[in-house]
């Protein structure tokens, strides 16, 4: 068992469908984090969760919501989103302070027609 | 404002032979730490190795090493005795001061494709 495992791993999805991405951690961390990796560009946090509350939230567009429902599960909702949003979406998960090493998943890769 | 600048967006070598990768980072603050990360093609970020602003001793994790040079403010990727298996993207990245609230906020640089020839 992965220790930070991401479904699906590829995603296609119309402009005016709803989705969403999957983020399960068997790690027992207690912080969790979306990144958006778009071609060509640094990766960009979108949303941190600590102890299952959102402490980050990067001026992401409100196409893209976030759940974290317990410290081993995090969401990512997606409705009416454009075609500059295909990127790869990944998620993370980190044990409080340490050396703040973030452990990752594949990813889930989107593209949006 | 914080910001890692990778300055390669590719590099080749033979396999066997070793390679660095280079990392410049610009922050304010005292306490930071510095890591590598590698990404096949299959899209995993696998984190490499480590550097504390605060350690004296440059990290080394098997064939990889972080020369770290504080005054410059460079944390380059030294891979030693290249394997095929080393191509892949590798990205620099920093944590400043901890944030507070138990989690931590890296940032990434552009990263740099590394190709292993046989």
């Known amino acids: 068992e992965t220790g930070v495992t991401q479904t699906p791993r590829h995603l296609v999805m119309g402009m005016t469908n709803k989705k969403s991405l999957k983020c399960e951690q068997h790690?027992?961390?207690?912080?969790m984090y979306w990144y958006k990796q778009s071609a060509k560009k640094p990766l960009e946090l979108m949303f941190v969760?600590?102890?299952?509350?959102?402490?980050e939230n990067n001026s992401v567009p409100s196409r893209f919501s976030p759940e974290c429902p317990n410290s081993s599960h995090l969401f990512l909702h997606l409705h009416t989103l454009q075609p500059e949003d295909s990127a790869l979406y990944l998620c993370?998960?980190?044990?409080?302070?340490?050396?703040?090493?973030?452990?990752f998943g594949e990813g889930s890769r989107l593209t949006v027609l | 404002a914080q910001k890692i600048t990778q300055t390669q967006p590719g590099m080749f070598v033979q396999e066997k032979e070793a390679v660095t990768l280079d990392c410049t980072y610009d922050?304010?603050?005292?306490?930071?730490?510095l890591f590598w990360y590698k990404q096949p093609s299959s899209g995993e970020m696998i984190f490499l190795i480590y550097q504390g602003s605060y350690d004296e001793q440059n990290a080394t994790e098997g064939r990889y090493s972080l020369n770290f040079q504080k005054a410059r403010k460079s944390a380059n990727l030294v891979i030693s005795a290249s394997q095929l298996g080393d191509s892949a993207m590798y990205f620099c990245a920093m944590r400043e001061a901890f944030p507070g609230g138990g989690y931590n906020k890296l940032i990434f640089g552009a990263g740099t494709r590394l190709a292993v020839h046989p």
């Open positions: 922050t304010s603050d005292q306490s930071y730490g």
């Open positions: 993370a998960s980190s044990q409080g302070k340490s050396t703040g090493e973030l452990f």
């Open positions: 969760y600590s102890l299952e509350e959102r402490v």
């Open positions: 790690l027992g961390h207690n912080a």
